[in-house]
């Protein structure tokens, strides 16, 4: 059994001020199995900002000067973990997530049982449920599958060698950052685990789940966003970037022609449903804007997507 190095974990923060108090309390819940807690702020209000230096002093807070995303943010998190030679694993550990107690320590286990595994992830469960969310994510050209999704939580789920772990609650090894690299920060925020996933594969390693280690995703959205990315726009524009990046041009052709027939025929189906309409419309612009790679563009803000 491998001696236990240091855990460092990462949480990205953007003016989190409405979910700062249950944030507080989660980390709490499990901060005696974290060696090293890295906050980035992402460019946050000053009166935001002495929210997260009061609440969390007892971390290494890395005060980023602009917005650059969930990607930008986790490797200057990651990057300071590794300056740490003592540091072995490396925990994203998203704000609106809460680990059971012990979850981290058991990752660290799995993580570190079988030399392939680079990166592990915990059995995801709905908000304040027992329902698995997904226990990771194999992934086809056209679908994605969530597995276990909508069974009851239990212990006894077999370790599962899969294509993604849960987002937001991955633990990597230092060498895994260190042979894969970190996330592309051309993506900003979306389809980052897929991309990853390919990279992964590519250096040798594996990534799996195991039920030992359980979270809860509770999906705390702001109840008066000013504004709102539009997460289709996203999507398919870095869906489309992920295949040109990672498979030949026939997939990437098939996927692109298949993709706006679908879309397409979707937003005539909903010309008078507008929020169905709008959600195939931003899809089609981001599948654009993933072919064309037009990758700037990371401020589609709008409150109706």
Known sequence: MKQ????????MTYNDGYKIKEWRQWY??????????????????????QQVKDNFSDSVLI?????????????????????????????????DVRFAKGAIS?????????????????????????????????????NTKFLYSGREYS?????????????????SKRSFYE???LQDEVLFMYCD????????KRAGFAEGVTAKAKAWHQHIVNPQPAVRVNTRYMIGRNYVYCIK??????????????????NYLGLIRNLFNKQRRNSYWQYLRGVKAGLVNDMDNNKIWENND
């Open 4 to 11: 236990r190095g240091k855990i460092a974990a990462v949480t």
């Open 28 to 49: 709490d819940e499990v901060k005696s199995e974290i060696d090293l807690y890295i906050v980035v702020d992402n460019g946050s209000s000053p009166d935001y900002l």
């Open 63 to 95: 005060e980023r000067k602009n917005n650059g995303g969930c990607t930008a943010a986790y490797n200057d998190g990651i990057r300071y973990a590794l300056q740490d030679k003592d540091v072995d694993a490396i925990l994203i550990f998203g704000n």
């Open 106 to 142: 058991e990752l660290y286990k799995y993580l570190y049982s079988d030399k392939k595994l680079g990166m592990v992830g915990p059995a995801m469960l709905r908000k304040n449920s027992e329902i698995i969310e997904d226990y990771g994510v194999n992934m086809g050209l056209f």
């Open 155 to 171: 212990n006894n789920f077999p370790d599962m060698i899969v294509d993604v772990v849960p987002g937001g609650a991955s633990m």
């Open 179 to 181: 042979k894969v690299g």
């Open 193 to 200: 685990e897929r991309d990853m996933s390919y990279r992964a």
């Open 245 to 262: 990046k990672h498979m030949s041009l026939f997939l990437v052709i098939k996927y692109v022609i298949c993709s706006l027939l679908v």
